[in-house]
């Protein structure tokens, strides 16, 4: 089976028979529309309430630590943030839901600027069986808005940077089992308050030139998420429905996708 091939604009689903870009095209909005409503939509609200500057200021720290224990870390996370996030403690919140394997996950929103422009979502994570447990921050995600001429509270766009930290991913962190995409699905369900158009991951840092992951592997992730680059949203698109056949991409759609696309952005449509 050949991979996607964009010069051709035909791929072959696993039901059998060829499709033209329009009929690729058409298929792709329909697996968007559902991994909005699986991903997104259904998944369980959390009610994010006040947290009392003391204990923001604790869950901060805890933060920084992590984060400086963290590998590749270096040079990678401006410590700026950590500085913004401390003038912000008044906007902190947080909220607790339980994931799907039956452990405990806390979100911890801080702003990192005013008028909640930009923020960050630190992710904890907490085994309800043992009652000493005091969690272990596992990732963030960072956001910022791109408010356009979107009314007050709203954006056009939601910019993210999703980070789970290298020691647990991929089912390392076996006390309290849970997948990445599983807390992502929390952020991203946490950032629709702002209802934006669209959802955006940056091209270069989160895909092409991550300091902690492999590029391919990465790409795969957003593509399976529904992401796709602009400048190449037909390669994306034949590479989402393989991916939603449980077929693998080839490595000559994904060399295509991260080396020809000059787009700045990768985009979840939310519309």
């Known amino acids: 089976m050949s991979e996607p091939d ?3 604009g035909v791929f072959r689903r696993k039901a059998g028979g060829f499709l033209g870009k329009d009929g690729a095209a058409r298929l792709a909005a329909r697996e968007r ?19 009392a500057g003391e204990r923001a200021g604790e869950e901060l720290s805890r933060f920084a630590d992590a984060v400086r224990r963290a590998p590749n870390m270096a040079g990678y996370f401006d410590p700026q943030h950590i500085v913004n996030m401390r003038s912000q403690l008044d906007g902190a919140r947080h909220g607790f839901t339980t994931l799907h394997r039956g452990g405990i996950l806390e979100v911890v929103e801080i702003p990192c600027l005013p008028d ?5 979502q630190i992710f904890t994570v907490y085994d309800p069986r043992d009652d000493k447990d005091r969690g272990r921050v596992i990732g963030y995600t960072v956001y910022s808005l791109e408010k356009g001429s979107a009314p007050f509270g709203r954006a056009e766009a939601v910019r993210i940077a999703f980070d789970i930290f290298p020691e647990f991913r991929e089912g390392r962190y076996r006390k309290v089992p849970f997948t990445n995409h599983e807390i992502y699905n929390v952020s991203r369900r946490l950032l629709c308050r702002f209802r934006p158009e669209r959802f955006l991951v940056d091209a270069k840092t989160q895909i092409r030139q991550t300091r ?13 998420r529904g992401y796709y680059p602009p400048d190449r949203k037909p390669l994306a698109d034949a590479c989402l429905l393989r991916l939603a056949d449980n077929r693998p991409v080839g490595q000559r759609a994904l060399a295509h996708l991260l080396e020809e696309s000059d ?3 990768w985009i979840f449509p939310m519309r």
């Open 212 to 224: 902690t992951g492999d590029p391919r592997k990465r790409a795969i992730y957003y593509l399976k």
């Open 6 to 8: 964009e010069s051709r």
């Open 263 to 265: 787009a700045t952005f």
């Open 33 to 51: 529309e559902r991994i909005r409503e699986r991903d997104i939509r259904e998944t369980a609200r959390i009610e994010m309430l006040p947290l």
């Open 116 to 120: 909640d422009v930009m923020g960050f």
